[in-house]
């Protein structure tokens, strides 16, 4: 179990309460990787799905490193590692910082061993775009937050379409 997991147990950070899990003060739910699939899959093949996608990615972006910030304060070298690491523990995959210039409000992020893309892949096959607009619009709210102004996210690689890991650039 990731150190990070057991403190948010440990801190009540997470917690189960009259059939309620609450993450960070908030309701959760738990859904399997081939529901969320599907859901994406639909959503891609909408006329508006990947900016429903985007959309509700970056408010829980924004939403959940405020909440982090408020605990933890406005150290943003911080804030990147326990989002990182809030993230890995959701079950997308393994998150990686690999590029955060914060004076130029630029982010490089990969996603390794993605639970999501990689189904998505085995289930419709190879993808000819990325896929994953909600994380990439988690990275944009997110982003929006540490660098203290809009940011967008755009993925560049992604699983779904046969690259090795998923990348994330925040401009």
Same mark, same amino acid.
């Given at each position: 179990?990731?150190?990070?997991?057991?403190?948010?147990?440990? *801190?009540? /950070?997470?917690?189960?309460?009259? =059939?309620?899990?609450?993450?960070? +003060?908030?309701?959760?739910?738990? @859904?399997?990787?081939?529901?969320? @699939?599907?859901?994406? &899959?639909?959503?891609?093949?909408?006329?508006?799905?990947?900016?429903?996608?985007?959309? *509700? !990615?970056?408010? /829980? =972006?924004?939403?959940?490193?405020?909440?982090?910030? !408020?605990?933890? +304060?406005?150290? %943003?070298?911080?804030? @990147?590692?326990?989002g990182i690491e809030t993230? *890995?523990?959701?079950?997308?995959?393994?998150?990686?910082?690999?590029?955060?210039?914060?004076?130029?409000g630029y982010g490089v992020? &990969?996603?390794?061993?993605?639970?999501?893309?990689?189904?998505?892949?085995?289930?419709?096959?190879? *993808? %000819?775009?990325?896929?994953?607009?909600?994380?990439?619009?988690?990275? !944009? +709210?997110?982003?929006?937050v540490l660098m203290g102004?809009?940011?967008?996210?755009?993925?560049? %690689?992604?699983?779904? %379409? +046969?690259?090795?890991?998923?990348?994330? @650039?925040?401009?």
């Amino acid at each position: 179990m990731p150190e990070f997991f057991k403190k948010a147990l440990f *801190s009540r /950070q997470l917690y189960y309460e009259k =059939g309620r899990l609450i993450i960070a +003060g908030r309701p959760g739910v738990l @859904v399997p990787s081939d529901v969320m @699939v599907f859901y994406i &899959h639909e959503l891609l093949n909408s006329a508006k799905g990947k900016k429903i996608l985007y959309d *509700s !990615g970056y408010v /829980q =972006g924004k939403k959940a490193l405020d909440i982090i910030k !408020g605990k933890m +304060g406005a150290i %943003k070298t911080k804030l @990147v590692k326990l989002g990182i690491e809030t993230l *890995s523990i959701t079950g997308w995959g393994e998150f990686k910082a690999k590029v955060i210039d914060l004076k130029k409000g630029y982010g490089v992020f &990969h996603l390794y061993n993605p639970s999501v893309a990689e189904m998505y892949r085995n289930k419709y096959g190879v *993808s %000819k775009t990325p896929m994953d607009y909600y994380l990439a619009g988690l990275f !944009g +709210g997110a982003g929006s937050v540490l660098m203290g102004e809009k940011k967008k996210c755009i993925e560049t %690689k992604c699983v779904a %379409k +046969g690259d090795p890991y998923c990348e994330f @650039v925040i401009k």
